[in-house]
């Protein structure tokens, strides 16, 4: 499976943005799908995943009650709703499929495909 990231950009801290991460060369309802990031300098750390049919999600605890991943299967789609943003949320994310597991984990070495990475910046 390809994994395209899109929807980064630039805004104000408090706001908000919508990342996508849309599959194609298989049929996304069989991977289980993590969004991962990583700050300049840093070491990329798990943010959020969901389960193959979106009924469980892990959020990561410095982004619970801000972010909230979703999935649309029917678009192949797997979503990264951002809110409340702020300056240390700056980072490339990824998004990520592990095929073999069906509960969503922050393992990012059992994530067997990746995303080319969004750039989102947080100006204080």
């Known amino acids: 499976v390809q994994l395209q990231a899109s929807g980064g950009g630039l805004v104000q801290a408090g706001g908000s943005l919508r990342l996508s991460c849309a599959a194609s060369?298989?049929?996304?309802?069989?991977?289980?799908v993590g969004w991962f990031r990583q700050a300049s300098g840093k070491e990329r750390e798990f943010v959020a995943a969901?389960?193959?049919?979106?009924?469980?999600?892990v959020h990561e605890d410095s982004v619970k009650g801000r972010f909230t991943i979703s999935r649309d299967n029917a678009k192949n789609t797997v979503y990264l709703q951002m809110s409340s943003l702020k300056p240390e949320d700056t980072a490339v994310y990824y998004c990520?499929?592990?095929?073999?597991?069906?509960?969503?984990?922050?393992?990012?070495?059992?994530?067997?495909?990746w995303g080319q990475g969004t750039l989102v910046t947080v100006s204080s």
């Open positions: 969901i389960s193959r049919g979106g009924g469980t999600r």
């Open positions: 990520a499929a592990d095929p073999r597991s069906l509960l969503p984990h922050r393992r990012g070495d059992e994530y067997d495909f």
């Open positions: 060369g298989r049929t996304f309802s069989g991977y289980v």
